[in-house]
């Protein structure tokens, strides 16, 4: 392989390094690739899951993307080290600044998959994509579905889906270009189990679909069939810790009764039957939670298993 440096445009204050990765002797690649790394939790560079994204990378995401067929092309988030970096204005300026990033992907043909530290990056994402067309799965251990009224551990990533749908951080999320609520009817969240009281009541007040891990393979085909009746393409988003923590544990928070490898990669096949899968996201691996290197191999398993049902279209 060869590594070719390619340049970028991005603000001021937010910058990508760009690398193109190049199969040697590859003339026809399944899909363009773009990964959008952003290595932040919690507006921390590099720290517990953000330290994920590159992690990722240099267990050879890359190369079996391209084993695949797929010709692949990074950039990876840079915030001027010498800034001030708070939780929620620094998680803010990435969301805006992924959206131009997806939306530039998009432009150029490419599928981004974003390898995030954070789940609320996909306020950026799913702005880039096109927040007014595309449907959300959502995969996760966690509803995320706290606002700053319900939540008890103050953490931001918690109220990533009420972002999203419109609940919570109104002004700011307003500021990332091209976002809109996306509306419960196209939001279903699959393999949630560890929701807070609160939280599940806003859920049981929603239009959110939940799917329980033990009712994914006979639920999953309706729910999808309800939303395809209101958009056509979709935005899959994947927390490593859906799975089961005796399969793989991808972080802290990694809990028991989750999905197994094969129930993700049903799902994925799934989703990518009845929609055109839009955009992908890996969020909230740990690497120093992942003491046997198990939860980076499913990982990398399921990113290339998610380009494989996004080539269909």
């Known amino acids: 392989m060869r590594l070719t440096a390619v340049s970028c445009k991005a603000p001021a204050d937010v910058?990508?390094?760009?690398?193109?990765?190049?199969?040697?002797?590859?003339?026809?690649?399944?899909?363009?690739?773009?990964?959008?790394?952003?290595?932040?939790?919690?507006?921390?560079?590099?720290?517990?899951?953000?330290?994920?994204?590159?992690?990722l990378l240099n267990a050879g995401l890359e190369r079996a993307l391209r084993?695949?067929?797929?010709?692949?092309?990074?950039?990876i988030a840079e915030l001027p080290a010498n800034s001030w970096h708070a939780e929620i204005q620094t998680s803010f300026e990435l969301m805006r600044?992924?959206?131009?990033?997806?939306?530039?992907?998009?432009?150029?043909?490419?599928?981004?998959?974003?390898?995030?530290g954070n789940c609320n990056t996909a306020v950026g994402t799913i702005a880039g994509l096109?927040?007014?067309?595309?449907?959300?799965?959502?995969?996760?251990?966690?509803?995320?579905?706290?606002?700053?009224?319900t939540t008890a551990s103050g953490f931001l990533d918690g109220t990533a889906v009420a972002i999203i749908t419109g609940r919570c951080w109104t002004q700011l999320a307003a500021t990332v270009p091209g976002f809109e609520p996306?509306?419960?009817?196209?939001?279903?969240?699959?393999?949630?189990?560890?929701?807070?009281?609160?939280?599940?009541?806003?859920?049981?007040?929603?239009?959110?679909?939940?799917?329980?891990?033990?009712?994914?393979?006979?639920?999953?085909?309706s729910t999808l069939a309800s939303i395809k009746q209101r958009v056509q393409e979709i935005y899959v988003h994947l927390d490593l810790d859906v799975l089961d923590a005796e399969v793989a544990t991808a972080n802290k928070y990694a809990v028991a009764g989750g999905l197994s490898i094969e129930d993700v990669e049903y799902a994925l096949s799934r989703i990518g039957t009845e929609l055109a899968i839009a955009g992908l996201t890996l969020s909230a691996y740990d690497p120093s939670a992942d003491t046997d290197g198990a939860?980076?191999?499913?990982?990398?398993?399921?990113?290339?298993?998610?380009?494989?049902f996004a080539s269909r279209a």
């Not at 067309?133 to 009224?149: C, K, L, R, Y």
């Not at 939860?295 to 494989?308: E, F, K, N, Q, Y």
């Open 182 to 221: 996306v509306s419960d009817d196209r939001v279903c969240l699959i393999g949630a189990r560890d929701i807070d009281s609160l939280e599940g009541g806003l859920l049981d007040d929603s239009d959110v679909d939940v799917i329980e891990p033990r009712k994914l393979r006979t639920d999953l085909s």
């Open 67 to 75: 084993e695949k067929g797929h010709r692949v092309h990074t950039k």
């Open 97 to 116: 600044m992924l959206s131009s990033a997806v939306g530039d992907a998009v432009d150029s043909g490419r599928f981004p998959i974003v390898l995030a």
């Open 295 to 308: 939860a980076a191999t499913v990982a990398i398993r399921l990113i290339c298993a998610a380009a494989r």
């Open 15 to 55: 910058l990508f390094s760009c690398i193109s990765v190049l199969p040697k002797g590859a003339f026809l690649a399944t899909m363009e690739i773009q990964l959008l790394a952003v290595p932040y939790d919690s507006g921390n560079r590099g720290v517990r899951m953000g330290a994920g994204p590159e992690a």
């Open 130 to 149: 096109g927040a007014q067309s595309t449907g959300v799965a959502w995969f996760d251990a966690h509803a995320d579905f706290n606002t700053p009224e």
